[in-house]
DNA sequence: CTATGATCATGA
DNA sequence: TCATGATCATAG
């Protein structure tokens, strides 16, 4: 070991990650430019520009793409509850594609509020606001291809149609009924036809505090709202 | 600990 | 094979 070094303690090391270099987008337009000078350019060349290196894969990294993209287009939220953008009021998604070029993963859109009994309305919930204004940007996902040689596709704005609103309306109040009536702990992955409820946490040892059936409080694990790759499909093929 | 960013990995 | 349930990094 004598004179020997560990790799990741090499002194020249890039980081992985960093937060705000970028100066945020002013206007839509600006941007839509930026992602179009991100469409076509590999995850690899992007981390360069950035002076980042490319983690081997994303077992250890799972964020690392997303994290990549809103540090390069200029995101300014950081981990407010705020959309990404914040001047513009757009969140911006990473959508993993597969080899047939279609959404590989369910996209996380917020978590589930056991507390908030105040936001059981649609029109004021936090998923509708989160999804009103999205920037979807398509990644390659394919595991046998090199994180750094992956491309990116071309990003673009999306809005909700009337229809897609009310398909994630319908499964929303549906879940929030269950949540309301205290079976939130028992609710699993299997219900809503384009929205589940999944956990999201750390680990399952991760509790957080709820309400039973009873009404009295429970310590459940921290669940997030997620779409389906059946309607982050119908997005992309409508494009 | 909770928010952000998600993908992993195993069972059905 | 693929969706469900589990898990991982970082910031504040």
Redesign the pocket.
């Known amino acids: 070991m004598r004179l020997g070094y560990h790799a990741h303690m090499s002194f020249d090391k890039k ?6 270099q970028i100066t945020p987008p002013k206007s839509k337009v600006e941007l839509l430019a930026r992602c179009d000078a991100l469409a076509g350019k590999t995850l690899g060349r992007v981390a360069e520009t950035l002076g980042l290196s490319v983690p081997d ?11 990549l ?2 540090t390069a287009l200029g ?1 300014d ?8 953008f914040i001047g513009l009021g757009v ?6 594609l ?1 080899l047939l070029g279609l959404p ?8 589930v ?1 056991m507390q908030q009994t105040g936001e059981l309305r649609w029109k004021e919930s ?1 998923l509708r606001r ?1 999804l009103s204004h999205v920037l979807w ?1 398509p ?1 390659e ?1 394919v ?1 046998t291809i090199p994180l750094a040689e992956r491309y990116i596709g071309q990003p673009w704005l999306w809005q909700p149609s009337s229809e897609q609103e009310a398909l994630l309306r319908r499964d929303w109040e549906e879940l929030m009924d269950r949540i309301v009536l205290g079976s939130q702990s028992d ?6 036809e384009y929205l ?14 709820g309400v039973s059936e009873e009404g009295d409080y429970e310590d459940i ?2 669940k ?1 709202f ?1 779409l ?3 309607f982050t499909q119908s997005i992309l093929a409508q494009e």
Request: glycine share 8%; with cysteine; net charge positive.
């Open positions: 980081p992985f990650f960093l937060s705000g894969d994303l077992k250890v990294y799972k964020g690392w793409v997303g994290a993209l809103e995101a939220a950081g981990n407010r509850s705020e959309p990404d969140e911006m998604k990473t959508l993993p597969n590989k993963e369910s996209t996380y859109v917020c978590s509020s936090w989160k940007v990644v996902a595991n609710i699993t992955a299997k219900e809503g589940q409820i999944r956990p999201k946490a750390a680990h399952s040892r991760v509790v957080t505090r694990n921290p997030g997620y389906r790759t059946r």
